[in-house]
């Protein structure tokens, strides 16, 4: 395995009386941590990022990487539709050392491809450290087609690419014909998109049982499909209500009722209905009353990620 595979988790942002909570945050990474996840990512679109100032991200970001200890590699998310703020930001961010940027096409202004390969660049060349894009086209109303995710391939830094489009012939093409790894952001699509060839997932909904998610992952890796099936199938009915409402309303409610966080977002995020939150409840007592399946590798991919991953993370410039 190298760096830009496996489970990673897009970190809620928790909040106490309308602040982040930092404390609550660096449990939460410790949490993923032990249950054998391959890397975090904070401030994207599950932290709620849009709502947090240039200098609430910068602290989550900061309390997350203490917690990692680089024990555990951590992605920023970068968003937004200035191409000169963002490359000023990813420019400062530099020095932090995380493994890189995940960064989503610019929103709300609908580019056109070349506009989108151009703003892009000039994000990997403000930095060394590694790019993984982002294509959310229900969020940021543009699609990053092959073609354009092929031409920002030939940068060096450009090193994956998490693909939401809900398209598998599109998430296939990459798989077959970039050199990219390709991360499945479509939780509903995860099974598929290993069946695949892809190389994981960041995955909301793995906040609430990353272990098994780890282990789906595995038994792909395996070639133990039936088995992964049969794990997918049981995970599916919690990931569908998981995003039942807008994310990550039912994520922190889910959190909430484990005990993890309070449940709080900001505007115009609200918190998950009263009806969605009993139907979550009940799927949530059955994914919870899941077992792990003895002989994972959970134990040695957690020690692979705590065996130097700064290294691997600067292997990449």
Same mark, same amino acid.
């Given at each position: 395995?190298?760096?830009?595979?496996?489970?990673?988790?897009?970190?809620?942002?928790?909040?106490?009386?309308?602040?982040?909570?930092?404390?609550?945050?660096?449990?939460? /990474? @410790?949490?993923?941590?032990?249950?054998? $996840?391959?890397?975090?990512?904070?401030? !994207?679109?599950? &932290?709620?990022? #849009?709502? +947090?100032?240039?200098?609430?991200?910068?602290?989550?970001?900061?309390?997350?990487?203490?917690?990692?200890?680089?024990?555990?590699?951590?992605?920023?998310?970068?968003?937004?539709?200035?191409?000169?703020?963002?490359?000023?930001?990813?420019?400062?961010?530099?020095?932090?050392?995380?493994?890189?940027?995940?960064?989503?096409?610019?929103?709300?202004?609908?580019?056109?491809?070349?506009?989108?390969?151009?703003?892009?660049?000039?994000?990997?060349?403000?930095?060394?450290?590694?790019?993984?894009?982002?294509?959310?086209?229900?969020?940021?109303?543009?699609?990053?087609?092959?073609?354009?995710?092929? /031409? @920002?391939?030939?940068?060096?830094?450009? $090193?994956?690419?998490?693909?939401?489009? !809900?398209?598998? &012939?599109?998430? #296939?093409? +990459?798989?077959?014909?970039?050199?990219?790894?390709?991360?499945?952001?479509?939780?509903?699509?995860?099974?598929?998109?290993?069946?695949?060839?892809?190389?994981?997932?960041?995955?909301?909904?793995?906040?609430?049982?990353?272990?098994?998610?780890?282990?789906?992952?595995?038994?792909?890796?395996?070639?133990?499909?039936?088995?992964?099936?049969?794990?997918?199938?049981?995970?599916?009915?919690?990931?569908?209500?998981?995003?039942?409402?807008?994310?990550?309303?039912?994520?922190?409610?889910?959190?909430?009722?484990?005990?993890?966080?309070?449940?709080?977002?900001?505007?115009?995020?609200?918190?998950?209905?009263?009806?969605?939150?009993?139907?979550?409840?009940?799927?949530?007592?059955?994914?919870?009353?899941?077992?792990?399946?003895?002989?994972?590798?959970?134990?040695?991919?957690?020690?692979?990620?705590?065996?130097?991953?700064?290294?691997?993370?600067?292997?990449?410039?």
């Amino acid at each position: 395995m190298t760096l830009f595979e496996g489970i990673w988790i897009p970190l809620v942002t928790p909040f106490r009386n309308g602040e982040p909570d930092l404390d609550r945050a660096q449990q939460l /990474a @410790l949490t993923m941590m032990d249950a054998g $996840v391959h890397g975090l990512v904070v401030c !994207g679109t599950t &932290g709620e990022a #849009a709502t +947090l100032s240039e200098q609430e991200q910068e602290r989550v970001l900061s309390a997350v990487l203490e917690a990692a200890q680089g024990s555990c590699p951590v992605l920023m998310g970068i968003s937004g539709s200035d191409t000169r703020a963002l490359t000023e930001k990813v420019a400062r961010l530099d020095s932090k050392r995380s493994a890189g940027f995940l960064v989503s096409a610019p929103s709300y202004v609908r580019p056109s491809q070349e506009g989108i390969r151009l703003h892009m660049q000039a994000i990997a060349q403000a930095t060394d450290d590694p790019i993984v894009l982002y294509n959310i086209p229900s969020r940021t109303g543009v699609n990053i087609d092959v073609g354009t995710i092929v /031409a @920002l391939e030939r940068h060096a830094n450009v $090193v994956a690419v998490k693909e939401c489009g !809900g398209n598998l &012939g599109q998430m #296939a093409e +990459l798989i077959n014909h970039t050199r990219l790894k390709v991360l499945c952001g479509d939780d509903v699509l995860l099974f598929h998109s290993l069946c695949l060839g892809g190389h994981g997932a960041i995955s909301a909904a793995a906040h609430i049982r990353p272990d098994l998610f780890v282990q789906l992952f595995e038994l792909v890796r395996n070639g133990e499909l039936a088995s992964a099936r049969t794990l997918f199938n049981h995970l599916l009915p919690l990931i569908q209500l998981l995003f039942s409402e807008s994310n990550p309303a039912p994520i922190k409610a889910a959190l909430a009722m484990q005990g993890r966080l309070q449940e709080e977002l900001r505007l115009p995020m609200t918190p998950m209905s009263k009806a969605g939150r009993a139907s979550l409840a009940h799927a949530l007592d059955k994914m919870m009353a899941l077992p792990l399946a003895k002989n994972t590798a959970r134990s040695d991919l957690a020690g692979q990620n705590k065996a130097g991953v700064l290294n691997l993370v600067h292997s990449v410039h």
